[in-house]
């Protein structure tokens, strides 16, 4: 009984898988600054590197294809004059990528058609890609690019002159400050793009409502002196942090932006090591994955009644400094693929590794690849400023995994903020129209299919004599009260409805019966049936032989199949009940011992 006790979950066995040498992206030059990032970006074609790179910033951009060992001299994406401290792919456009750098300056690049590390031209003349758009309005360092996830050309820039700018990437200005006060450490945005959440060196979290310019909350975050971050839970009204404590111990904390003053159910000590945990969010498996910063382990967790359930840790020797994780539709499915990480080892190569859900798959598996966020975005730039809120829309896995290209699936995106944990409500919509087709709930229903099962049973019919005797014995008790002659004066009356004498035996055995299916089919119990075969038997056990004769000659016809059914019914109605009674008594008994067993393990 020990297995009722253990949660069941499809990720329960998630396995990370590390990756061949050869298979991996060498050569690298991995930007050692130490301002707290990712380093390392990703979508489904490419993949962007902070590169440590000398007259001015730098990063790189590798297609996916392209693993191996790098040649000496690439192509790089040149355009600040100081360091590249972090980078951002658009959601709606995977040619389309922004960077912050210390230059406080914010450049737009796109990656040119056919672009390649290996171009068919000498070393000398391989050319770097240049900015299609600069964006100035930060005196200081910008230190964070974000996108937003719902609307198309919003970005969210953070810099070291303590605001927040939201850029309209279109118009090439920004239209919003926030002003926070502080260093930004990270930040994220809800799934309709109407929230932002951030955390910053004065140790406060802060929601914010955006278009509004103000923080719709502000309270305090993790007491410990160093960095924490921050995640949004998909399409949930919910987020996630990670810090440390006041002991310097790492920790995870659950918030509902709903009542966002403390976590739901505090502070998760993790354990005592001193990187940063950098979280990530897989909305369609419900799981948070967290990759310490110096360490080579990656945790995760899956979301539960709002509590993170500890799945497994992927262990590695190899120490990170930069992460990332690849969106939903750029997974492996024929593999059961559920997710694939890019971490930096040695600031020499980026290694991916998989997650893996460990089942065959010979097969698209639906249960764990429902729809996701494609390419289209849920509204434009101008939309969003408007005020409008709404949810990308989403396209089926399965039209990716047959390799029919996105699909979009059908149903309603727009959704308020106060409804983000809810965007899954439509598709349960039809459970209430199943709701009536519950009557076949009746459980009695079940327990009714045995008895038609005995009823046809050609014991029941051959034993009828049998039957017989078992009903005389139940009447045997009530019987001796009443007198023979009202046995004989019950007939008269029938006598007045039907004029032949020798049928009047048979009316009253006919009236009965009714009377015991009707009680059957209201109580089903043997104690409304059991009158029943008192009121049947009269005729055939009154001491007279006169009346036998009478029903002898009757019954051999069409009575005596009659009152061997009744007696049939009335016989399954008793067995049917000490079956269940029986049942109930072996569930009580198992129940006790599961009990008292509990109350021996906890004592």
């Given at each position: 009984?020990?297995?009722?006790?253990?949660?069941?979950?499809?990720?329960?066995?998630?396995?990370?898988?590390?990756?061949?040498?050869?298979?991996?992206?060498?050569?690298?030059?991995?930007?050692?600054?130490?301002?707290?990032?990712?380093?390392?970006?990703?979508?489904?074609?490419?993949?962007?590197?902070?590169?440590?790179?000398?007259?001015?910033?730098?990063?790189?951009?590798?297609?996916?294809?392209?693993?191996?060992?790098?040649?000496?001299?690439?192509?790089?994406?040149?355009?600040?004059?100081?360091?590249?401290?972090?980078?951002?792919?658009?959601?709606?456009?995977?040619?389309?990528?922004?960077?912050?750098?210390?230059?406080?300056?914010?450049?737009?690049?796109?990656?040119?058609?056919?672009?390649?590390?290996?171009?068919?031209?000498?070393?000398?003349?391989?050319?770097?890609?240049?900015?299609?758009?600069?964006?100035?309005?930060?005196?200081?360092?910008?230190?964070?690019?974000?996108?937003?996830?719902?609307?198309?050309?919003?970005?969210?820039?953070?810099?070291?002159?303590?605001?927040?700018?939201?850029?309209?990437?279109?118009?090439?200005?920004?239209?919003?400050?926030?002003?926070?006060?502080?260093?930004?450490?990270?930040?994220?945005?809800?799934?309709?793009?109407?929230?932002?959440?951030?955390?910053?060196?004065?140790?406060?979290?802060?929601?914010?409502?955006?278009?509004?310019?103000?923080?719709?909350?502000?309270?305090?975050?993790?007491?410990?002196?160093?960095?924490?971050?921050?995640?949004?839970?998909?399409?949930?009204?919910?987020?996630?942090?990670?810090?440390?404590?006041?002991?310097?111990?790492?920790?995870?904390?659950?918030?509902?932006?709903?009542?966002?003053?403390?976590?739901?159910?505090?502070?998760?000590?993790?354990?005592?090591?001193?990187?940063?945990?950098?979280?990530?969010?897989?909305?369609?498996?419900?799981?948070?994955?967290?990759?310490?910063?110096?360490?080579?382990?990656?945790?995760?967790?899956?979301?539960?009644?709002?509590?993170?359930?500890?799945?497994?840790?992927?262990?590695?020797?190899?120490?990170?400094?930069?992460?990332?994780?690849?969106?939903?539709?750029?997974?492996?499915?024929?593999?059961?693929?559920?997710?694939?990480?890019?971490?930096?080892?040695?600031?020499?190569?980026i290694e991916p590794i998989p997650f893996i859900v460990p089942r065959r798959a010979e097969t698209f598996q639906d249960d764990i690849y429902p729809p996701t966020t494609g390419l289209k975005p849920a509204m434009s730039s101008s939309e969003w400023f408007g005020g409008k809120e709404a949810i990308p829309p989403k396209i089926s896995m399965g039209s990716l995994y047959e390799g029919q290209g996105l699909k979009e699936v059908t149903g309603a995106q727009d959704k308020p903020t106060s409804s983000l944990g809810s965007e899954s409500k439509p598709e349960p919509k039809p459970e209430p129209e199943a709701k009536p087709a519950s009557p076949v709930k009746k459980a009695p229903e079940p327990v009714s299919e045995p008895t038609p099962m005995a009823r046809p049973a050609p014991s029941m019919k051959d034993q009828g004599a049998s039957m017989a005797a078992m009903v005389n014995k139940f009447a045997d008790d009530d019987e001796p009260e009443q007198p023979s002659e009202s046995n004989f004066d019950e007939p008269s009356k029938p006598v007045e409805r039907a004029t032949r004498s020798p049928g009047t035996a048979s009316p009253a055995i006919k009236v009965s019966p009714p009377s015991v299916k009707e009680d059957s089919v209201k109580s089903q119990s043997p104690v409304s049936a059991s009158p029943s075969p008192v009121t049947c038997s009269p005729a055939p056990s009154t001491p007279s032989a006169q009346p036998s004769l009478p029903l002898t000659s009757t019954t051999g016809s069409v009575p005596a199949d009659t009152v061997s059914r009744e007696i049939g019914v009335v016989k399954d109605l008793l067995a049917e009940q000490t079956k269940t009674i029986a049942s109930q008594g072996q569930l009580i008994e198992k129940l006790t011992a599961e009990i008292e067993s509990l109350k021996a393990k906890l004592g």
């Open positions: 009984m020990s297995g009722r006790f253990v949660r069941s979950s499809k990720y329960r066995h998630v396995f990370g898988r590390s990756t061949r040498k050869d298979q991996c992206y060498d050569n690298l030059r991995v930007s050692r600054n130490a301002w707290d990032t990712n380093l390392v970006k990703v979508n489904p074609r490419y993949l962007s590197v902070n590169w440590e790179a000398g007259g001015g910033g730098a990063f790189a951009v590798i297609p996916l294809s392209e693993y191996g060992k790098l040649p000496e001299r690439i192509p790089l994406f040149r355009g600040h004059t100081a360091v590249v401290l972090d980078t951002d792919w658009n959601p709606f456009n995977d040619d389309l990528i922004a960077s912050g750098s210390d230059d406080g300056r914010i450049c737009l690049w796109r990656v040119p058609e056919g672009f390649t590390l290996s171009p068919d031209v000498d070393a000398d003349d391989i050319e770097d890609v240049k900015p299609v758009g600069k964006l100035s309005g930060h005196p200081k360092k910008v230190g964070h690019v974000l996108f937003n996830p719902a609307a198309e050309n919003i970005l969210a820039t953070a810099s070291g002159d303590y605001t927040v700018k939201i850029w309209d990437i279109e118009a090439g200005a920004s239209k919003l400050t926030l002003n926070v006060g502080d260093i930004v450490q990270s930040q994220s945005w809800s799934a309709n793009g109407s929230l932002l959440v951030t955390t910053s060196r004065d140790k406060k979290l802060r929601v914010w409502d955006v278009r509004q310019e103000r923080p719709a909350h502000e309270g305090p975050g993790h007491t410990g002196a160093k960095n924490s971050r921050s995640v949004w839970l998909g399409e949930r009204d919910r987020f996630a942090t990670t810090g440390f404590s006041k002991m310097s111990d790492r920790q995870l904390a659950l918030w509902d932006i709903r009542s966002p003053q403390l976590p739901v159910d505090g502070f998760k000590t993790l354990d005592s090591i001193s990187g940063v945990c950098m979280p990530f969010w897989d909305d369609g498996t419900q799981m948070l994955y967290l990759a310490g910063r110096g360490d080579g382990n990656i945790r995760y967790y899956e979301l539960e009644n709002d509590k993170f359930e500890y799945l497994s840790e992927y262990k590695s020797g190899d120490p990170q400094r930069g992460i990332a994780f690849m969106p939903k539709r750029g997974v492996n499915m024929h593999e059961n693929e559920v997710t694939r990480a890019f971490k930096t080892v040695n600031d020499t190569y």
